[in-house]
């Protein structure tokens, strides 16, 4: 009998070592190394590579035919444009989120909308009454949709044979198991050996195949990094649970681009696409508050209007504390470090928390003008002008720096009725009717266009 032969893989990168060791030598993780059972074939002798015969010649580059990707358009629009434009058949994509978020949900109303496919819904986590009031809350229908529960990789390349579906949903990687590999579902090499099957399935066989992905407490994919250089596209839904908003994000895309941004909002009968993100998320604001100001920001290639609050208050406790919710806590701290030395604002010994609308988490640096203008506010407790937003990034010294796509910014802010917009110095070209627009070169130039 031949020996069972097992190896260490480390959880985080997936590198494969024949001992265990404390420290991943290649991603410098400690205690990631667990031991598994592999299993390998009879040994492959090596031949000579002048003896080898060649399959598939080696070709010029000017020789390949352009591909022009036929693609399935997907009835939801956010999805659709976070895809690139339609879902290429053959295509494998990973899709990650938290527990609870609204992966299941939001897949399965793909699978009832596309009714002009034939889907074929794979669920290892949830029972089929689960699903079926699931159905029922969501309220589509598609009668080319099957569903079928199983955990066995064999059976579900069965049952794809069976079916032929154009789309497969895969809920979720993390259950899925493989009778030739001995470890338990979940593990490394699991993992790896089914996702590799269902790459396979998916191009023989021009199937899209989304397999839906948790995610780890630090947010990355559970499973090794290898599971997303192994697909085409991975698509991260985040959100905040206590809020309803939840965001799509590319984080790779081999058929578009990655700067795409979809926005649901959860309801009792599932996911709603948000085509109007600006005037939900400004909705609440109300004029003559102080510590509230609007960013004209960007997220991905998408120009959105979003509240910011700030509270700056007399620290209670001898260390003044900081929080934010859904922005960078390291950059509230620049920022307030730029505001006590360029503008002699004393926020040394106040505790500031920053939160923006919504639950939802920006990167544009360009909402550092709006972040700036909210804490002055409340610091000084005056309101801001009102219909006035605001777009830019700050630097370390005080100054005003460019940002992009600054039209769409203004154009936003236009459309939303807003009269004002405060944008960087060198930024400004060109004339905006409609809109007054100031231009601020340094941090100290705002506090008199903010108060006059
Ligand atoms: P689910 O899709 O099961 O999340 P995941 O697959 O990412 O773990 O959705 C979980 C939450 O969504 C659950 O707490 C209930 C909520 N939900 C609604 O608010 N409305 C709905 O119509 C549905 C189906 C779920
Ligand atoms: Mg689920």
């Not at 590198?15 to 290649?26: A, L, N, R, T």
């Not at 990650?96 to 399965?108: A, N």
């Not at 609308?357 to 909402?367: F, H, K, L, V, Y």
Request: aromatic share 6%; with cysteine; net charge neutral.
């Amino acid at each position: 009998m031949a020996k069972t032969k097992t190896a260490y893989f480390c959880r985080n990168c997936g590198h494969q070592s024949p001992q265990w060791s404390g420290k991943c030598p290649s991603c410098s993780e400690w205690n990631t190394f667990e031991e598994e059972v592999i299993q390998r074939g009879s040994k492959e002798t090596i031949t000579n590579a002048g003896m080898v015969r060649i399959n598939q010649p080696a070709r010029t580059v000017k020789e390949l035919e352009s591909q022009n990707y036929p693609r399935y358009a997907i009835i939801d629009q956010e999805l659709n444009r976070v895809l690139g434009n339609g879902l290429v058949p053959g295509s494998l994509i990973l899709f990650g989120g938290e527990p609870g978020i609204g992966k299941s949900t939001l897949l399965l109303q793909l699978a009832l909308q596309q009714n002009n496919m034939t889907v074929l819904y794979v669920s290892g986590e949830e029972s089929e009454e689960q699903i079926k009031m699931r159905v029922d809350r969501v309220g589509l229908q598609n009668d080319l949709c099957w569903l079928v529960m199983e955990t066995d990789i064999e059976q579900i390349e069965a049952h794809i044979a069976q079916v032929k579906p154009q789309l497969v949903i895969i809920d979720s990687i993390q259950t899925l198991q493989s009778k030739l590999i001995d470890s338990a579902p979940g593990s490394v090499s699991q993992i790896r050996e089914n996702a590799t099957r269902l790459l396979k399935v998916a191009k023989e066989n021009n199937i899209a195949i989304f397999m839906i992905g948790h995610i780890t407490k630090e947010g990355s994919i559970a499973g090794p990094k290898l599971l997303e250089h192994m697909v085409d596209t991975v698509l991260l839904f985040e959100g905040d649970k206590q809020h309803v908003y939840r965001l799509l994000r590319t984080t790779k895309n081999r058929f578009g681009s990655t700067n795409e941004l979809g926005i649901y909002e959860m309801q009792g009968s599932g996911l709603r696409e948000v085509s109007n993100p600006s005037e939900l998320l400004i909705q609440q604001h109300q004029n003559g508050l102080s510590g509230s100001a609007i960013s004209a920001a960007l997220e991905g290639m998408r120009p959105m209007l979003i509240e910011i609050q700030a509270l700056a208050s007399t620290a209670v406790y001898g260390t003044p504390q900081r929080s934010t919710t859904g922005f960078d806590l390291r950059r509230l701290n620049m920022l307030l470090a730029v505001l006590e030395k360029r503008c002699g604002f004393r926020l040394g010994m106040k505790d500031v928390f920053l939160n923006i609308a919504g639950g939802i988490r920006m990167e544009d640096p360009g909402m550092d003008l709006a972040v700036v203008s909210a804490i002055i506010s409340s610091n000084e407790d005056i309101a801001l002008p009102e219909l006035t937003c605001f777009a830019g990034e700050v630097g370390l010294n005080g100054e005003i720096r460019p940002v992009a796509r600054i039209d769409q910014r203004i154009g936003e802010a236009k459309k939303l009725g807003f009269k004002k917009i405060v944008i960087p110095k060198h930024n400004k070209e060109g004339a905006y009717s409609g809109i007054e627009v100031i231009a601020v070169g340094r941090v100290d130039e705002l506090i008199s266009v903010l108060f006059g």
